[in-house]
């Protein structure tokens, strides 16, 4: 457990989750389920026994490194890792995995994003436990997929070879797929074979450094130029001066669709990456005319099969609703459709109601 180390990347502005989530407080320093806890608090709580408060690692934006400290008050300044811009998941991770390399070159990592959500967590510790012990005993790279459970189009897929290793449950992994149309979603389900894409990775330190110098040599090489910064004064300015030079990439193209050595996890946690009022519609409970309602003063009349996020003390009266969504948060209120969740970016943004 001691070389066991958590990455939690909490950079990104949440803009599927206006008005709940804006770019000065994203989703994911937010209570979206109303437990009292915010998802990055959540997803800090999943590792608790598996990783010590002392390994883990929060790579954000500059801009909401107060919140992390607000939040994640035992994570030590140190392990708060600031991106002076957004550039994807790739240069993220390999900041990070620069970074712990030079203190802890014996470290195992799993790196989480922050807004994921998951409902059986004595079943996710098993799969995460596993995992690492898996990855710790040889160059391997892993990643978890989640056994799909509709032929939904707003996730990637991962093909898995149809036999396991040995006894166990991991799989190698044959190709990545992109986000697809409808009927190609069906087809994956009906072929069985096939795990949505969770982003959710485990490697050694090491693992992480041999493939991003196969792989990505150009970002490695500014990483290395860095070394000498870590864990200095100096650190934050060099970084950004240095950061932006970095390719905007996911580290699904930098890295894993090229590595060999990558394998899979199916499991089944109860799992959600929480991007879209959609998908806390699906994990939310539901009244029995199909509401979900979150939130202390909500009161629904004649309404069908809508999602209520009501922030405070406010209070609503709905009635004749069917399939919308009805979100407030600090006095902005967005009524819509969920059949047209997709547009809320344009909503918000694209009309600068924000």
């Not at 950079?11 to 994911?28: D, I, L, N, Y």
């Amino acid at each position: 457990m001691s070389n066991n180390h958590l990455v939690i990347m909490a950079g990104g502005v949440g803009s599927r989750f206006w008005p709940m989530s804006t770019p000065e407080k994203p989703k994911q320093f937010i209570d979206v389920l109303g437990t009292g806890r915010t998802l990055l608090q959540l997803t800090a709580d999943r590792f608790t026994g598996i990783c010590p408060p002392e390994n883990v690692w929060v790579v954000t934006a500059e801009k909401y490194r107060d919140i992390v400290k607000e939040q994640l008050p035992e994570v030590s300044d140190d392990h708060i890792l600031l991106e002076p811009c957004m550039r994807n998941t790739a240069p993220c991770i390999a900041y990070v995995s620069w970074k712990i390399k030079k203190r802890y070159p014996e470290a195992n990592l799993v790196v989480s994003a922050s807004d994921h959500i998951v409902t059986d967590v004595e079943e996710f510790v098993r799969v995460i436990r596993k995992g690492l012990e898996f990855t710790g005993s040889e160059d391997r790279i892993l990643t978890l997929g989640m056994k799909p459970t509709r032929p939904e189009t707003g996730y990637g897929y991962i093909k898995m070879e149809r036999e396991a290793l040995g006894e166990g449950e991991i799989r190698k992994v044959e190709g990545f797929k992109e986000k697809p149309d409808r009927m190609t979603a069906e087809k994956y389900l009906q072929e069985g074979g096939y795990t949505w894409n969770s982003g959710i990775f485990l490697w050694s330190v090491s693992t992480v450094e041999k493939a991003f110098r196969s792989y990505q040599p150009k970002m490695s090489a500014l990483f290395d130029s860095l070394e000498d910064y870590f864990y200095t004064e100096k650190e934050r300015e060099i970084i950004g001066q240095k950061f932006p030079d970095c390719e905007k990439i996911s580290v699904d193209y930098a890295i894993m669709e090229h590595a060999q050595n990558i394998y899979v996890f199916p499991a089944d946690f109860g799992w959600s990456d929480l991007g879209t009022w959609g998908s806390l519609y699906e994990l939310s409970g539901k009244d029995k005319e199909g509401n979900a309602i979150i939130g202390q003063r909500v009161k629904m009349v004649e309404c069908r099969d809508c999602i209520v996020h009501l922030s405070g003390e406010h209070q609503i009266v709905l009635q004749g609703l069917e399939g919308y969504i009805v979100a407030e948060q600090n006095g902005v209120i967005l009524i819509c459709r969920k059949e047209e969740e997709q547009r809320i970016k344009e909503f918000s943004y694209g009309n600068k109601q924000s």
